[in-house]
């Protein structure tokens, strides 16, 4: 039986308000979407959402006790939280450099875990 879902796509500043029928995880029909981008938006978010995961981590003998880190791209949704349990544990020894690596590919999910900024040692 199918269902109508809306979604709100992110693909782009645009955040185009996209309503969708849905069999189960089969796209019947869909209206709103403002490009082709907003289609695979949804196609994706029924099979296997992925989102970018942005926090921090510990510095020690930083100028600041935390710097900020990000996925090098989208990660599973499903694995957002057991990432970032991961990423609890992780304590970096300043200076750490923008971009530097603090894991790569996390949890097997293709994707590294990357500072944001440069963080001096205080």
Known sequence: MAEQREFICVTCPV????????????????RGQACQRGEAFV????TAP???LTTTVRVRNGRLPLVPVRSSGPVPKG??????????????????EEHQIVIENILDCGMDIMTSRRMEAG
């Open 15 to 30: 955040g185009c308000s996209i309503q969708a029928e849905v069999e189960g995880d089969e796209l019947i029909s869909i």
């Open 43 to 46: 196609r994706e978010e029924l």
């Open 50 to 52: 992925r989102r970018m």
């Open 79 to 96: 694995l957002m939280f057991e990432i970032a349990r991961v990423l609890r544990d992780v304590e970096l020894q300043a200076p750490v």
